[in-house]
């Protein structure tokens, strides 16, 4: 099998919107019209047609998860759904419109290339964009699509569609993060450009949002210019049968950052130990490179003291290494977020004890701007913390690479997941020179 840069490429995306913005009916279009549906299910959505009163075929039931859920109207799980085209593959994950879930957009946001806002054509920009919006920004996803729909209920008005565009255009530039930004003026429900080019706006020159899913360049958004392994476990050959396996010790994990080549130099943090990368195993056997993000056992020339959590590194673009973390975080529990409490944080593979020392912001959706030292965060907001934790973490900020950038925080005693966080940029980093013997 040929080894490229470019493995077949899965696009990873989210939906939101607003409770009736029709994420479900988008989500149910595209995988109707892209014909990635099995037959059982399609034979259950026509079984269904008539209950919607119309005869028409409800594309929501197709991704509304909970029966139970589904009868109150209301979806509340991160679903996701997978479906390819002759051209790529993809993941979406569907995440409900309410205020209070936000954290579910983070959840299902966190390793998007892409983000889909819905807007409704009639109520245009709302507070929920916004936040959408903003959130999406702050997560680092790279690329946007506007979609506004219902455009039938507005009778396919391209005033409305440009009045819309405008008002986004007004604020993007307050959320300098996204590599390109698309408008597409579609019906979900009757499925005008979303698979098939709408009759309905001959003033619209786009791709259809299919079309753009299927062809905006995600390649370069994988950091490849830092190497980063977490290690995950150290690899010893229980009894190996072979003689040659008996001395194999490899050091496994996902690449979280660059590339990596037999014969280059590493270092293994927090120990400062360094040493040369002598065989690369992966899946497919043992490749001259690899790179970010596969999954990967390294075997180096000396027999270094390694464990779960340490980082192995290239000795260019080096990470931070610090206790003292700063950091934006979205807070996801009932119970709010206080200076001085204990969290479990979870960073790559290892999970540290760690104490919030101050909490600097929180921001205001509506107009994006930091409110400074507020008593505590509450469920669903955004702010600036600064963490102390127990031991130094290896990290990049979240801006240069958002799996070495990222965390999450477990609440101690119950081990719910109760934010996740984006670390800022490290104040100085790792000395190249740091611990120079090999042995």
């Keep these: ?80 759904r997978y479906f390819a085209t002759p051209r790529r593959k993809f993941i979406v994950a569907d995440t409900p419109g309410h205020v209070q879930y936000t954290r579910n957009m983070v959840t299902g946001a966190s390793t998007a290339n892409l983000s889909i806002v819905l807007v409704d054509a009639r109520n245009g920009v709302i507070e929920q964009s916004r936040r959408h919006t903003y959130l999406a920004a702050l997560l680092g996803i790279p690329h946007l699509v506007i979609a506004v729909n219902k455009m039938d209920l507005v009778d396919w008005n391209e005033e409305r569609f440009l009045e819309i ?14 590599k390109d930004v698309k408008f ?30 299927e062809t ?16 995950q476990w150290v690899n010893r050959p229980n009894n190996p049968r072979d003689a040659a396996w008996h001395d194999f010790r490899g050091l496994s994990g996902q690449i979280a950052g660059g590339i990596v080549k037999v014969g280059q130099k590493v270092m293994v943090l927090p120990s400062g130990t360094k040493s040369t990368v002598k065989e690369i195993w992966t899946y497919d056997g043992s490749p001259q490179e690899a790179f970010c993000p596969q999954s990967v056992t390294l075997v180096l020339e000396h027999d270094l003291d390694v464990s779960r959590g340490d980082t192995i590194i290239g000795l260019e673009n080096l990470p931070g290494m610090s206790a003292d973390l700063h950091a934006k975080i979205c807070w996801m529990h009932q119970r709010p977020l206080q200076r001085d409490r204990k969290y479990f944080l979870k960073h790559t593979t290892q999970t540290v004890q760690a104490i919030v020392t101050d909490i600097e912001n929180r921001i205001n959706i509506s107009t994006f701007d930091p409110e400074p030292e507020p008593d505590e965060l509450a469920v669903n907001d955004i702010g600036e913390i600064r963490l102390r934790a127990s031991r130094p973490v290896v990290f990049d900020g979240y801006a240069a690479n958002r799996l070495t950038g990222s965390f999450i925080l477990i609440e101690q005693g119950t081990n719910l997941t109760v934010a996740a966080g984006m670390l800022q940029p490290p104040t100085e980093l790792v000395k190249p020179e740091y611990n120079d013997f090999a042995i």
């Design 1 to 80: 099998m040929p080894h490229s840069h470019h493995p077949i490429e899965i696009l990873r995306f989210n939906t939101c919107g607003s409770v009736d913005d029709g994420k479900s009916t988008l989500i149910g279009r595209l995988l109707y019209d892209s014909k990635n549906l099995m037959e059982d299910q399609l034979e259950a959505l026509e079984r269904s047609a008539d209950i919607t009163g119309a005869g028409a075929i409800n594309l929501a039931n197709l991704t509304d998860g909970l029966r139970a859920e589904r009868e109150q109207g209301i979806t509340i799980d991160v679903a996701y």
């Design 165 to 178: 565009r405008d008002q986004i255009e007004a604020f993007l530039p307050r959320l300098d993060v996204f």
């Design 184 to 213: 597409i003026p579609i019906s979900a429900l009757n499925g005008d450009n979303v698979v098939e080019r709408s009759k309905h706006t001959p003033w619209y020159e786009g791709p259809t949002l299919l079309g753009h899913l």
């Design 216 to 231: 905006v360049h995600i390649a370069s958004d994988w950091n490849l210019s830092a190497f980063r392994l977490p290690v």
